[in-house]
């Protein structure tokens, strides 16, 4: 499929290549849909195997961002991006000015943040080629907390659905990827007397985790077929497809990475095998919160309020499913969809 194609498939509104000789940055932004605002999402930093790798993956993450916004009621559409490299490089100044740059081209349609791979010491590089960002040290700065407290208040949700209470005391989790969102994920359930299973590609971050909050480190190809109450993804995206679905023994999937389904069907699936799923663009919804908190000058325990709204939106998503009889990810999805269309219509 061509990337016409793809942009038509998903109704995307805009992709956009540029690429700088002298820092050697090479970038995409994709937007998706703006009928809520303009468009808000993170810039990825990663090392691709391909360019056709990047584009699928920039344009699967605004679609999610459109969606996102809507579930969570912001008035914001949805985009992302991309740059392709080595994120640990430590030349960094060059690449994301050029990012800014590209930024910049969009006239404000398009606002960037903080993402996997990327840190608000680099919004500030950024900062000084656009004003169309957000996430910056002296404002909001790291978005983790407040999104690993809305990953938390969905896991409580899921519990409440599950087994009758929100607590997670004496409940075990396995949680992959235990960077930024994951490591003070890991923090609240530990808060909450939850008995943790981690992993992560870099041992130092499996290591503090493990130290901190007594935590049982477990090889990165063990995580997923490890018996626990609840698995929480918090790595890279696509967790979910033919190889591990099998493997599963959980009775909830609700973590912190993005497109944690490799395909809609393995939504359909964990529905068949009985397996609560919590949409991820809905529970991890905090980050988003709390870039949007900066634009409207929220204190921090506002954007942790609004983050907290997390738990009703996934039960009242979970209620959608059970009246309908349809996949969790489906629910959202009518969710978002009846949002944005109300918003088109002027009833929003």
């Given at each position: 499929?061509?990337?016409?194609?793809?942009?038509?498939?998903?109704?995307?509104?805009?992709?956009?290549?540029?690429?700088?000789?002298?820092?050697?940055?090479?970038?995409?932004?994709?937007?998706?849909?703006?009928?809520?605002?303009p468009?808000?999402?993170?810039?990825?930093?990663?090392?691709?195997?391909?360019?056709?790798?990047?584009?699928?993956?920039?344009?699967?993450?605004?679609?999610?961002?459109?969606?996102?916004?809507?579930?969570?009621?912001?008035?914001?559409?949805?985009?992302?991006?991309?740059?392709?490299?080595?994120?640990?490089?430590?030349?960094?100044?060059?690449?994301?000015?050029?990012?800014?740059?590209?930024?910049?081209?969009?006239?404000?349609?398009?606002?960037?943040?903080?993402?996997?791979?990327?840190?608000?010491?680099?919004?500030?590089?950024?900062?000084?080629?656009?004003?169309?960002v957000?996430?910056?040290?002296?404002?909001?700065?790291?978005?983790?907390?407040?999104?690993?407290?809305?990953?938390?208040?969905?896991?409580?949700?899921?519990?409440?659905?599950?087994?009758?209470?929100?607590?997670?005391?004496?409940?075990?989790?396995?949680v992959?990827?235990?960077?930024?969102?994951?490591?003070?994920?890991?923090?609240?359930?530990?808060?909450?007397?939850?008995?943790?299973?981690?992993?992560?590609?870099?041992?130092?971050?499996?290591?503090?985790?493990?130290?901190e909050f007594?935590?049982?480190?477990?090889?990165?190809?063990?995580?997923i077929?490890?018996?626990?109450?609840?698995?929480?993804?918090?790595a890279?995206?696509?967790?979910?497809?033919d190889?591990?679905?099998?493997?599963?023994?959980?009775?909830?999937?609700?973590?912190?990475a993005?497109?944690?389904?490799?395909?809609?069907?393995?939504?359909?699936?964990?529905?068949?095998?009985?397996?609560?799923?919590?949409?991820?663009?809905?529970?991890?919804?905090?980050?988003?919160?709390?870039?949007?908190?900066?634009?409207?000058?929220?204190?921090?325990?506002?954007?942790?309020?609004?983050?907290?709204?997390?738990?009703?939106?996934?039960?009242?998503?979970?209620?959608?499913?059970?009246?309908?009889?349809?996949?969790?990810y489906?629910?959202?999805?009518?969710?978002?969809?009846?949002?944005?269309?109300?918003?088109?219509?002027?009833?929003?």
């Amino acid at each position: 499929m061509g990337i016409f194609d793809r942009i038509e498939q998903r109704a995307h509104d805009q992709i956009s290549f540029a690429y700088d000789r002298e820092s050697g940055y090479k970038g995409i932004i994709a937007i998706h849909d703006t009928s809520l605002g303009p468009a808000l999402g993170g810039t990825r930093f990663w090392s691709y195997d391909s360019d056709e790798d990047a584009i699928n993956d920039v344009l699967r993450l605004a679609r999610g961002m459109t969606y996102k916004a809507a579930v969570a009621g912001l008035k914001l559409g949805g985009g992302k991006s991309v740059i392709l490299g080595d994120r640990k490089t430590t030349d960094r100044e060059g690449i994301m000015r050029a990012h800014g740059r590209h930024v910049e081209f969009f006239g404000g349609r398009y606002i960037t943040a903080e993402d996997v791979g990327t840190s608000p010491a680099d919004m500030e590089y950024m900062r000084k080629e656009t004003k169309h960002v957000v996430g910056l040290q002296d404002r909001s700065g790291d978005p983790s907390p407040v999104t690993a407290f809305g990953v938390f208040r969905g896991i409580q949700a899921c519990a409440q659905s599950r087994y009758g209470s929100e607590s997670v005391e004496g409940k075990t989790v396995t949680v992959q990827g235990c960077g930024n969102v994951g490591y003070y994920l890991c923090k609240n359930l530990h808060e909450s007397g939850a008995n943790l299973i981690v992993t992560d590609i870099e041992a130092d971050k499996v290591k503090r985790v493990v130290e901190e909050f007594g935590a049982t480190a477990v090889a990165t190809d063990e995580i997923i077929g490890t018996k626990a109450d609840i698995f929480a993804p918090c790595a890279m995206g696509a967790i979910v497809n033919d190889d591990t679905i099998g493997t599963l023994k959980v009775d909830i999937i609700a973590g912190g990475a993005n497109n944690q389904l490799a395909q809609e069907r393995h939504g359909d699936m964990l529905q068949e095998k009985g397996i609560l799923y919590a949409p991820d663009y809905v529970i991890n919804s905090g980050g988003l919160i709390n870039v949007n908190a900066e634009m409207l000058n929220w204190t921090k325990e506002e954007a942790l309020t609004k983050a907290a709204e997390i738990f009703d939106t996934v039960l009242s998503i979970f209620d959608i499913a059970h009246a309908e009889g349809i996949p969790t990810y489906m629910a959202a999805d009518r969710l978002a969809e009846d949002r944005i269309e109300a918003s088109k219509s002027g009833k929003a």
